[in-house]
């Protein structure tokens, strides 16, 4: 419990308040930027709003035409299905993620490429692998991109950290998990999606 000062002649206690400072709080956390911000420590999570962010619903989508594989869209739709922004001319986008303010990560998979694009549609950051299926921003701000047949996390000037080739895997999606394992989909011959857990696959990668 805080502690209080009693000043010389007053039953009021002065600098007493039952409230720890936000910095306090979360000193020493494990910061995750996206849409919002969010602090980690040990089993509790905070999280940081500005005031333009109170009252608002999201809801992030990416979008395919029936044929053609072009003209795909990732956009964001406000609290009455209204567009907030849009991206269109994007081949066949599977995955994406808001990744800071105006900047969003997406796997084109036609284009065989992870793209950091701002709300425009200009491109700030690229990697090319052969058919992304996932694309992810971590807490280190290394990018963990699942293609195909490969698990990959690379750093922004793009020096590999980790690489993971499965020549014989059909991965349908991949996510690196807050402890360092890696959620894996994928379909088996069937066309049945499994999913597996690779524990501590990559906890080398810093």
Same mark, same amino acid.
């Given at each position: /419990?805080?502690?209080?000062? +009693?000043?010389?002649?007053?039953?009021?206690?002065?600098?007493?308040?039952?409230?720890?400072?936000? /910095?306090?709080?979360?000193?020493?956390? #494990?910061?995750?930027?996206?849409?919002?911000? +969010? %602090?980690? $420590?040990?089993?509790?999570? %905070?999280? *940081?709003? /500005?005031?333009?962010?109170?009252?608002?619903?999201?809801?992030?989508?990416?979008?395919?035409?029936?044929?053609?594989?072009?003209?795909?869209?990732?956009?964001?739709?406000?609290? $009455?299905?209204?567009?907030?922004?849009?991206?269109?001319?994007?081949?066949?986008?599977?995955?994406?993620?808001?990744?800071?303010? $105006?900047?969003?990560?997406?796997?084109?998979?036609?284009?065989?490429?992870?793209?950091?694009?701002?709300?425009?549609?200009?491109?700030?950051? *690229? %990697? #090319?692998?052969?058919?992304?299926?996932?694309?992810?921003?971590?807490?280190?701000?290394?990018?963990?991109?699942?293609?195909?047949?490969?698990?990959? #996390?690379?750093?922004?000037?793009? $020096?590999?950290?980790?690489?993971?080739?499965?020549?014989?895997?059909?991965?349908? *999606?991949?996510?690196?998990?807050?402890?360092?394992?890696?959620?894996?989909?994928?379909?088996?011959?069937?066309?049945?999606?499994?999913?597996?857990?690779?524990?501590?696959?990559?906890?080398?990668?810093?």
């Amino acid at each position: /419990s805080p502690s209080c000062t +009693l000043p010389a002649g007053s039953d009021q206690p002065r600098n007493c308040s039952p409230w720890k400072s936000f /910095s306090e709080v979360t000193k020493g956390a #494990e910061v995750r930027s996206g849409i919002f911000t +969010l %602090y980690l $420590k040990r089993d509790k999570t %905070y999280l *940081s709003l /500005s005031p333009a962010q109170l009252g608002r619903d999201y809801l992030l989508v990416t979008q395919m035409p029936l044929a053609g594989g072009i003209n795909g869209e990732v956009l964001e739709l406000g609290p $009455k299905n209204n567009v907030m922004w849009s991206i269109t001319g994007l081949r066949y986008p599977v995955d994406a993620q808001v990744i800071g303010p $105006k900047r969003v990560l997406i796997a084109e998979y036609l284009n065989r490429r992870v793209i950091e694009m701002d709300f425009k549609g200009d491109i700030k950051w *690229s %990697y #090319e692998i052969d058919q992304p299926v996932g694309c992810q921003l971590l807490p280190n701000g290394n990018f963990f991109i699942a293609g195909r047949r490969e698990l990959v #996390e690379i750093t922004r000037d793009h $020096k590999k950290k980790f690489s993971y080739t499965a020549p014989n895997l059909y991965i349908a *999606s991949a996510r690196k998990m807050p402890n360092g394992d890696v959620l894996m989909g994928r379909v088996t011959g069937d066309a049945v999606p499994l999913f597996d857990r690779f524990i501590a696959m990559m906890q080398q990668a810093k």
